[in-house]
């Protein structure tokens, strides 16, 4: 009897699902398996459900495409995450609602693509005993268990480019410019685009930082005859002592929205040092597009190893890439906890030897 999977993508949209979505369905196909696509999101599992066959000219041109053919969904019947990253559970009644959406698709095996907190659904999932494998989806790389999930390199090659840009506008006008990066409480994103980039300033979740240090940075450089400066800014970043920079309206039922800290840090900076500073937003331009060629290459490769873990009925795990290969973890490893930027670890370490402030 041929095999059904599913696959389904879940929370923010990024670079590089469409890509895993291809690896899937091909693997399958070669396996003389059926692939369908769930559209929506989890949602799409529920009667009357909302599927598309994978198959033929669909997958044609997929590889490089941006955004999700099958759509996806960050909030409603499905929202994993309140408040500031803390943990829902889904109702009973939802999960068997779910559980027979399956069983009424036929699914051998469901992939689902995401990252916390669309992975902490998938793990509930898993316990009331639906077969599921996971994929990890995330421009921020904070999940726990993978050195790095898809997205991310996408999102770094954006951010410095936007860098890189600023440096000449910064140049020209003797300004401090402010980057606004995304990331939430991990700042990878930042420290990744701001030694890439060449930043003056970098500030991440990881290490609160203080206006006087980053005022003397700038001082410094002005000293030394250099008249511009490059601060790159965490969403997550914040003042010591302070709370989280979110949104004026905050959505009820789901998980805050951050942003606005870059420019209040350009705010403060032109108050107490008169400097001219002007800030730029990245938003969502770092989640849009498609992917770089290391994207693209992680994705297949997380794609085709997740078809196996189908294959040896694995489920309940996630795949991961650990530096030197593409294995598994299973996925209670991989959710509920953040993977964070160390303190001691190569990349702070290389800033603050190159003379970058942190803001401590």
């Known amino acids: 009897m041929t095999q059904t999977i599913g696959v389904v993508t879940g929370g923010g949209d990024c670079p590089g699902l ?33 599927t598309i066959p994978l198959e033929g000219d669909l997958l044609a041109g997929l590889l490089v495409r941006g955004g999700t ?50 992975l902490s659904i ?14 990890p989806k995330t ?46 409480y991990a700042g990878w994103i930042a420290i990744y685009s701001g030694l890439a980039g060449g930043a003056d300033v970098i500030l991440i979740p990881e290490v609160p930082f203080r206006y006087e240090s980053i005022c003397a940075k700038l001082h410094e450089r002005r000293q030394a005859g250099k008249l511009f400066s490059i601060v790159v800014v965490a969403e997550g970043a914040r003042e010591a002592g302070a709370d989280f920079v979110t ?9 805050a929205r951050l942003g606005g800290i870059g ?55 996630m795949v991961a890439f650990t530096g030197s290969q593409v294995a598994s973890v299973p996925i209670l490893d991989a959710v509920g906890r953040l993977r964070t930027v160390p303190l001691d670890g190569g990349f702070v370490m290389s800033a603050r030897s190159l ?3 942190l803001g401590d």
């Open 139 to 184: 421009i921020d790389n904070d999940l726990a268990a993978t050195l790095m999930t898809f997205g991310f390199d996408s999102a770094v090659a954006c951010a410095t480019d936007a860098v890189d840009r600023l440096h000449s506008t910064a140049e020209s006008h003797q300004r401090v410019m402010v980057l606004e990066v995304m990331g939430r």
């Open 263 to 317: 420019a209040q840090v350009a705010e403060q900076i032109q108050e107490r040092t008169g400097q001219e500073t002007r800030v730029v937003v990245l938003g969502h331009l770092q989640r849009g597009g498609g992917p770089t060629n290391m994207d693209r290459a992680l994705c297949t490769i997380f794609g085709t190893k997740a078809v196996e873990l189908i294959a040896q009925q694995r489920f309940g795990e």
């Open 247 to 255: 949104s004026t309206h905050q959505p009820q039922n789901r998980e």
């Open 122 to 135: 998938a793990q509930q999932l898993h316990e009331h005993g639906i077969p599921i494998v996971g994929v």
């Open 18 to 50: 469409n890509a895993v979505i291809r690896a899937v369905a091909k693997s399958a196909i070669r396996r003389g398996w059926k692939a369908v696509g769930i559209q929506g999101g989890y949602e799409g599992l529920l009667a009357p459900q909302r």
């Open 69 to 118: 053919i099958l759509g996806t969904a960050n909030q409603g019947l499905f929202s994993a995450k309140v408040g500031h990253g803390e943990s829902r559970r889904l109702p009973v009644e939802l999960l068997d609602r779910t559980k027979r959406g399956c069983e009424q698709l036929g699914l051998a095996g469901l992939v689902s693509i995401g990252g916390d907190g669309s």
């Open 355 to 357: 003379g970058i402030c």
